[in-house]
């Protein structure tokens, strides 16, 4: 089945404890992207890369580091949490730019709180 | 500003009941509008996209237009349905036309419930 995966779905760390959440895609898709989603606010896009080892800042980068060494994965990294990094965080897929009118495949989503 | 807004923030009808979801943006220039739909505790799943050559697409039991002039969309629900309590996220992509990549800007959607 082609999907996008994240783990872990749910994570509830402390202030200044590094995490890294992982994003998988069984696509062979060359462009993802990482997003945040807070009430009230559309998706904010956090990092995107193009291909492997192409990564570029999004919207809201700050506090977040990405990498992407193989084309199936890229995992999101936050060094040093901070509570305001509170989210739901979506992962997503797509064959060539998300808006050249390729259709993007989200991930399931994962709830971060940091304490 | 790039900006997409979309009314209501939430609505609750009746099953069987249509209804129409609004979406206004003021993004230029324009590339292309679409249609999410994300179920509580999973992510947006695509439900259409549009050029601003196009006026309409169907999906289903959703159909979406488009008003490039007026800068506005709508999605229209026939015949509702309890699997369609979700929110419905509008995003434009923004043409960018240094760099390749075009940017995409998303509503903060419309919380839809329908009950029995």
């Known amino acids: 089945e082609a999907q996008v995966t994240q783990n872990p779905r749910y994570l509830i760390t402390v202030t200044g404890k590094k995490l890294t959440v992982t994003c998988s895609q069984n696509?062979?898709?060359?462009?993802m992207s990482w997003y945040r989603q807070d009430p009230g606010l559309g998706l904010r896009q956090i990092y995107y890369?193009?291909?492997?080892?192409?990564?570029d800042k999004g919207d809201v980068p700050e506090g977040y580091k990405v990498s992407r060494k193989e084309k199936r994965n890229f995992p999101l990294i936050l060094e040093s949490p901070s509570p305001n990094q509170t989210s739901l965080y979506f992962c997503?897929?797509?064959?060539?730019?998300?808006?050249?009118?390729?259709?993007?495949?989200f991930g399931p989503g994962t709830r971060l709180t940091v304490l | 500003k790039n900006q997409v807004e979309q009314s209501p923030q939430s609505l609750i009808i009746l099953e069987g009941k249509n209804c129409t979801l609004q979406?206004?943006?003021?993004?230029?220039?324009?590339?292309?509008l679409r249609w999410y739909k994300q179920d509580t505790g999973r992510g947006p799943v695509s439900l259409t996209i549009?050029?601003?050559?196009?006026n309409t697409k169907s999906n289903g039991r959703y159909t979406a237009t488009l008003d490039a002039d007026t800068k506005q969309s709508s999605l229209h629900i026939t015949a509702s349905q309890l699997s369609d309590s979700a929110s419905y996220i509008c995003?434009?992509?923004?043409?960018?036309?240094?760099?390749?990549?075009?940017?995409?800007?998303f509503g903060a959607g419309t919380r839809l419930a329908v009950h029995p």
């Open positions: 995003v434009v992509t923004v043409l960018m036309f240094s760099g390749g990549y075009n940017k995409l800007i």
């Open positions: 549009m050029t601003f050559s196009e």
């Open positions: 890369s193009m291909n492997v080892e192409v990564t």
């Open positions: 979406c206004n943006y003021t993004v230029s220039p324009f590339s292309n």
């Open positions: 997503a897929s797509s064959q060539g730019l998300a808006g050249n009118y390729n259709e993007q495949f």
């Open positions: 696509m062979n898709h060359e462009y």
